[in-house]
């Protein structure tokens, strides 16, 4: 999310089209970055849903507010800016 931001932004600014592979690597980028940051809370989630003795909906929930939304939501953004870096202006005359 951050680093698609920072990339589209400059690219906007600077007038620039850039290609396919060009507009959706930071995006890739971003998603391997969350899935990192994810991957290292996944243990001390899980260890904190067995110790709290959770039931089944109560590990649902804390596993959609602290997994896929998170995901999601840095995705999504991601997303909309590699659009926005891509996007040509049609002049309707």
Request: charged share 15%.
């Amino acid at each position: 999310m951050i680093l698609s931001r920072i990339i589209a932004r400059r690219r906007i600014a600077a007038g620039q089209q850039p290609s396919f592979i060009a507009g959706w690597w930071p995006v890739a980028a971003d998603i391997a970055m969350i899935a990192a940051v994810l991957a290292m809370l996944w243990q001390p989630l899980l260890t904190a849903i067995y110790v709290a003795d959770l039931p089944l909906y109560g590990t649902i929930l804390v596993l959609l507010f602290a997994i896929y939304l998170p995901f999601q939501i840095v995705v999504v953004i991601s997303t909309i800016w590699a659009v926005k870096s891509r996007w040509i202006e049609e002049d309707s005359k």
